[in-house]
């Protein structure tokens, strides 16, 4: 094992209690942000693809009110395929900090303990290095935080703007359809 991957797996080992759900809770934040990019390859992000969508929902509607509600049930379906993960993501946006400042805290106390009651630094070449690897933690919980973060504003925008579209082309098929 090389020097930097000791110190990489003693850091985390000295992250505390929090390091193993903060590293599960990053494994599911990046799982949801693939899933998210997939989802919005998939449905493009030009209008024609909301247009056709539209225009299939739209077809065989006999009247005004009725390609409406075709299109209110479009629109829902779409935000409810677009808001897939979006819950796990505000909670790790929260929980991955609080995480990482228990496991911060609990390396605090385990780091003082070492030191005693002299607050010394025991002898042997331990020195202050060793004892900031107990900030691992919450830096892994502002990482996923920072992430998750990203990935839910942007997958709410991209919603936003597949809504905004979808509603041009529905105004757009409606004038069409008038005499």
Excluded: F
């Excluded at 992250?15 to 799982?31: E, F, H, K, N, Q």
């Excluded at 009651?117 to 042997?124: A, K």
């Excluded at 690897?133 to 990482?143: A, E, N, Y």
């Excluded at 936003?160 to 359809?177: F, H, M, N, V």
């Amino acid at each position: 094992m090389t020097e930097s991957q000791a110190m990489g797996l003693s850091a985390l080992q000295n992250g505390g209690p929090a390091v193993l759900p903060l590293l599960l809770l990053s494994i599911v934040v990046v799982a949801i942000g693939v899933d998210r990019a997939r989802y919005w390859r998939g449905q493009g992000l030009g209008p024609a693809r909301v247009e056709r969508q539209l225009a299939e929902a739209l077809q065989g509607s006999a009247g005004q009110g009725h390609g409406q509600l075709r299109q209110e049930l479009l629109l829902r379906q779409l935000e409810r395929q677009g808001t897939s993960g979006e819950a796990v993501l505000e909670a790790a946006a929260v929980v991955g900090p609080l995480l990482g400042l228990i496991g911060t805290v609990a390396g605090l106390i385990r780091a003082l303990t070492e030191l005693g009651p002299q607050l010394v630094l025991p002898s042997g070449g331990a020195s202050l290095t060793s004892y900031s690897q107990v900030l691992v933690s919450t830096l892994l919980g502002l990482v996923v935080a920072l992430i998750a973060t990203v990935v839910l504003r942007t997958n709410r925008g991209l919603l936003e703007r597949q809504r905004q579209q979808l509603e041009t082309a529905g105004l757009r098929l409606a004038l069409e359809r008038q005499p």
